[in-house]
């Protein structure tokens, strides 16, 4: 009899490599297969699989988070994202907005500040709700 349990993927879109890291850690604990991009090369890489949930940071080298928003919402149609950036609440409802506008599911926008406290519980939050889904 084969095993049909599969590894929720998590990929994680920050420049920075310390956050990425962190989040990795975090999520590989709750369950996530993660794959970090941290620059325009590696997202075009990973965007050609598919993906439970990304976790996006609006600050990237090369690209704008609209731009990022776009292809994401391109490559991956109603993909579940979470903001996590050290933008501003007011910057991260913009994006929130513009990702749903693209036709992404937000399930969470967050500050790193705030956040990452959190971050773990978030997780677990979002990966239980996508599994019964």
Do not use: H
Request: with cysteine; hydrophobic share 45%; charged share 15%.
């Amino acid at each position: 009899m084969s095993d049909t349990t599969t590894t929720a993927t998590l990929l994680v879109i920050d420049d920075d490599v310390f956050i990425c890291d962190l989040v990795a850690s975090l999520a590989t604990d709750v369950g996530y297969a993660v794959t970090a991009a941290n620059n325009q090369a590696e997202l075009e890489e990973a965007l050609r699989q598919r993906w439970d949930l990304v976790l996006l940071d609006l600050s990237f080298p090369d690209m704008d988070a609209v731009s990022i928003i776009q292809r994401l919402s391109e490559a991956q149609p109603g993909a579940s994202v979470l903001l996590f950036s050290g933008a501003t609440q007011p910057a991260l409802q913009s994006a929130k907005s513009v990702a749903t506008m693209y036709g992404l599911s937000v399930v969470g926008a967050y500050a790193k500040s705030q956040g990452i406290n959190n971050l773990r519980l978030i997780l677990e939050v979002v990966l239980s709700s996508t599994s019964q889904a």
